[in-house]
Structures are given as C-alpha cells and as structure tokens.
C-alpha cells in the first residue's frame, strides 16, 4: 500500500543545509502498523508528510496504492491524499466550539450521524458525542483528532506522536485503537519515539539525525 524508495529532504539554514530527512525506504502493507522511532530531529514528522504527499522531497519515489507520486501536480496530491490517507496531527486540529459529532461530521465525505455515533462509540466517546471539543480531555481530544482521520475508512493512517502527553490509560486505548485499524486492514504508520506506542506495532524502523556532508 506505501511504497517509499530513497526519500531525502533537506532544507537550507543559516550554517548550511539541514538534514530533516535521510535516504530512507519503507515498504507498509494492509495489515502493518509501522512505528518510525528515533530521537528528536531524527526527520519523523518529516517522513509522515513525505508519505502523506504533505512535503515533497527532494529526491527519491513515493508510491500509494500502486500510484506513483513522484511526478503529480499538487491537486492531484490533494486529490490522492483525500481519497487514500487518514492523517492524526500532533496536535490535535480541532474547532473548539463545536460538538464532537460535528467535529466528525465535518470531515465525513458523506453526512450520516447514526454512523458517527457509532465510530465516536468505537473510539469511548460515546458520551461525549453533544459536548464542544474545547471541554473535552486531552486524550478525549486526541481520540476526536483519531476519529476525524479515520471517519472515511482510509487504507492509509499516518498519526504523528498520538500518545505523547497521555496517561497510560489514554496511550492504550490510542495504541488499540490504532492496532485494530491495521487488524482490520489499513497500512498505518506512526511516529513516535514512546515505548508504549511501539509496543503495538508489527515493525519499528529507527531513524538517526543526520548531519549534512
Ligand atoms: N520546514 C522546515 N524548515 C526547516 N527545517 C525543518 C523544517 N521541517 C523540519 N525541519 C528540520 O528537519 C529536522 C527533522 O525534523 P522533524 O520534525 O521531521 O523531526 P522529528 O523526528 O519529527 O522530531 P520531533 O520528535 O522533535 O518531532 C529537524 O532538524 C527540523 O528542525
């Protein structure tokens, strides 16, 4: 389902290039949950936009779904990206004052509340489904973020550090729930360098920072 080959990105800085992504290759198929590791600056966020067709790199060949990105315009990216990829932000990108089944709804391709319902059921939030994202907690916020990736079924779920200031209640429930999306078929990807987290993937693949030759 992903299929990264030789992916690099620099960017220019005032003491010469930065290295916010070495030459890196993955393979992530349904039923994998990859956990990319690896100290701060290691170019995880930078890998989960590179597949998320958010960042373009500067050498080397993404491939989602037996299409190759390498040479789309940015619409059809965008296009691509809404059809195939679920995205959880770091932080959680929410509207403050608006019910957490709106929340949801607005990211849903096609208005349908009894199934919103349920997938806020399938991520315990079924008793918050009237209150405004502002009031809820910040693992309930995050299960929210979750729930607005995943609301169209995407085969491809990137979450950039889902657990990072959770409990450790809140980190399993995020940690399962992400589990069973791959069990049930998605590719998913998470950055993250917490143990807690790697412990539900099928594979870990450690970054190193780099500097620049
Ligand atoms: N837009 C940008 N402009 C300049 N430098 C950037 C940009 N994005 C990332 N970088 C640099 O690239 C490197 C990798 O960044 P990235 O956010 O991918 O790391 P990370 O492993 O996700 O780190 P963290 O665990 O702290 O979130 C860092 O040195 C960062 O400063």
Redo the contacts with the bound molecule.
């Keep these: 389902m992903i299929h990264v080959e030789h992916v690099t990105k620099r960017?220019p800085?005032a003491r010469g290039a930065?290295?916010?992504?070495p030459p890196t290759s993955l393979d992530v198929r349904r039923g994998e949950l990859l956990c990319v590791a690896?100290?701060?600056?290691?170019?995880?966020?930078?890998?989960l936009g590179v597949i998320g067709l958010l960042t373009t790199p500067d050498a080397g060949t993404v491939v989602l779904d037996g299409r190759d990105c390498t040479a789309m315009s940015n619409r059809q990216r965008d296009e691509l990206r809404s059809e195939l990829v679920g995205i959880v932000p770091?932080l959680p990108r929410l509207f403050p004052e608006l019910s957490a089944l709106r929340n949801v709804e607005l990211a849903r391709r096609t208005p349908d509340r009894v199934a919103t319902e349920r997938l806020l059921a399938h991520v315990g939030l079924a008793d918050r489904v009237d209150h405004a994202a502002r009031t809820l907690s910040g693992g309930e916020q995050q299960r929210l973020s979750l729930a607005r990736a995943i609301v169209n079924g995407p085969p491809v779920v990137l979450a950039d550090?889902p657990t990072s200031g959770l409990d450790d209640r809140n980190a399993e429930v995020v940690g399962t729930l992400l589990a069973r999306l791959a069990a049930d078929g998605a590719a998913v990807v998470v950055?993250s360098?917490d143990a807690r987290m790697r412990a539900h993937a099928t594979r870990t693949l450690e970054?190193t920072v780099r500097s620049a030759a």
């Excluded at 690896?38 to 890998?47: H, I, Q, R, V």
């Design positions: 960017y800085g930065v290295v916010a992504l690896g100290e701060s600056g290691a170019g995880k966020s930078t890998l770091q550090e950055a360098h970054l």
